[in-house]
């Protein structure tokens, strides 16, 4: 019975180790993207990425969509905005959004396109951010109009 609770205890402490290294892995890869030092974090984000960290998907997800770093390539960054969306990250989710819409990395689907764009407007924390953003950059061009009013948010 001590042997199973030591191990239990065990567990539990490679659990916490493991998520603390991969918020400070995501921390110093985004403090390296901030700087646009891009070839720098790619290892950071990757390394906390592969630890399951949402935010760290999204980013290098950005990373491989913009070709920060990496060479661009429209199906891993759709890959890692999918995986940090299934975690509820918002910014991930209108990103993913965009893929589904513009067919980048995946095949076009405007249903799925607005069901992801509509969630990551809806959360609590991000939301409301990423609408006004959207909303600004509708006189700036095309396609924040085009995501607005395929979420019936155009007016």
Same mark, same amino acid.
């Given at each position: 019975?001590?042997?199973?609770?030591?191990?239990?205890?065990?567990?539990?402490?490679?659990?916490?180790?493991?998520?603390?290294?991969?918020?400070?892995?995501?921390?110093?890869?985004?403090? *390296?993207?901030?700087?646009?030092?891009?070839?720098?974090? +790619?290892?950071?984000? $990757?390394?906390? %990425?592969? !630890?399951?960290? @949402?935010?760290?998907?999204?980013?290098?997800?950005?990373?491989?969509?913009?070709?920060?770093?990496?060479?661009?390539?429209?199906?891993?960054?759709?890959?890692?905005?999918?995986?940090?969306?299934?975690?509820?990250?918002?910014?991930?989710?209108?990103? *993913?959004?965009?893929?589904?819409?513009?067919?980048?990395? +995946?095949?076009?689907? $405007?249903?799925? %396109?607005? !069901?992801?764009? @509509?969630?990551?407007?809806?959360?609590?924390?991000?939301?409301?951010?990423?609408?006004?953003?959207?909303?600004?950059?509708?006189?700036?061009?095309?396609?924040?109009?085009?995501?607005?009013?395929?979420?019936?948010?155009?007016?």
């Amino acid at each position: 019975m001590k042997r199973l609770i030591y191990l239990c205890i065990l567990l539990i402490c490679s659990i916490s180790i493991s998520a603390q290294s991969a918020d400070k892995l995501y921390d110093e890869g985004k403090k *390296l993207y901030d700087q646009e030092q891009y070839k720098e974090a +790619v290892p950071k984000l $990757q390394a906390a %990425a592969d !630890k399951g960290h @949402k935010k760290a998907q999204y980013r290098l997800g950005r990373c491989y969509d913009k070709g920060y770093g990496v060479k661009e390539n429209d199906q891993k960054a759709f890959e890692l905005y999918q995986k940090s969306a299934k975690q509820d990250y918002a910014k991930a989710m209108f990103q *993913l959004g965009k893929c589904y819409m513009k067919g980048k990395g +995946v095949t076009a689907n $405007q249903e799925e %396109a607005r !069901k992801w764009i @509509k969630r990551a407007i809806s959360d609590e924390k991000h939301g409301d951010e990423i609408l006004k953003d959207l909303r600004k950059a509708k006189a700036d061009g095309e396609e924040a109009t085009r995501i607005l009013t395929l979420i019936g948010k155009n007016k």
